[in-house]
């Protein structure tokens, strides 16, 4: 018996490197689609403020835009935010925003929300959300830009201008919450609600 028990593969409404390999390394066969939606006009028109719900929103959206273009599939979207205190991030455009951010968030504590949902035929199936907490030690602009000088354009690719699982790792100082969720995809739930949809036979 083989863990995926699905007639088709999963398709996964994401680009992201990370989350494709969370879903390789899970033994889940998977075809990748971008969603190519407009997050912050979906964020704006929702009306939506709190982190959490903007993560689920965002995911139930791209699963959605993908559901459209693929009928009969079950698709997986995901999403993640950055909260620190009151005030949400997006991706940095480019260096300088990259810069800024990292400003903001040295010596002190922000949260990751990452959710996830599944959705079949425009249907949502499921949604969760869980959040993870970052501590990012005291920085030097000159340590900024060491950082970013070594990642060069990767810091543009995720929220906090950071990937913990690479160089990013040494701008924190403690960490709060399961890889999974750091790296923008709640796995655990999702497995568990493939599980009981009887897709997975482990």
Not at 10 to 27: D, T
Not at 28 to 48: K, N, Y
Not at 69 to 92: I, M, S, W, Y
Not at 125 to 130: E, G, R, T
Request: no cysteine.
């Amino acid at each position: 018996m083989t863990v995926w028990l699905g007639s088709q593969p999963l398709v996964l409404a994401s680009q992201s490197l990370a989350r494709q390999a969370l879903l390789l390394n899970a033994g889940i066969p998977f075809d990748a689609f971008p969603a190519a939606i407009d997050e912050r006009a979906v964020q704006h028109a929702s009306g939506l403020t709190t982190p959490g719900e903007i993560a689920v929103r965002l995911a139930e959206e791209k699963a959605a835009a993908v559901s459209a273009r693929h009928p009969g599939r079950l698709v997986l979207g995901a999403d993640q935010t950055l909260a620190l205190g009151e005030r949400t991030f997006n991706k940095p455009a480019d260096r300088a925003q990259a810069v800024a951010q990292l400003r903001s968030l040295a010596g002190r504590r922000h949260e990751l929300h990452s959710a996830a949902a599944l959705v079949r035929n425009g249907q949502i199936l499921f949604s969760d959300v869980s959040v993870a907490r970052m501590t990012m030690r005291p920085l030097s602009d000159e340590q900024i830009d060491t950082y970013l000088n070594e990642v060069g354009e990767a810091a543009t690719t995720s929220v906090g201008a950071y990937q913990l699982e690479g160089l990013g790792v040494h701008l924190f100082s403690a960490v709060h919450g399961d890889l999974f969720t750091i790296l923008g995809l709640p796995l655990v739930p999702v497995l568990e609600f493939l599980r009981s949809q009887r897709l997975l036979g482990l």
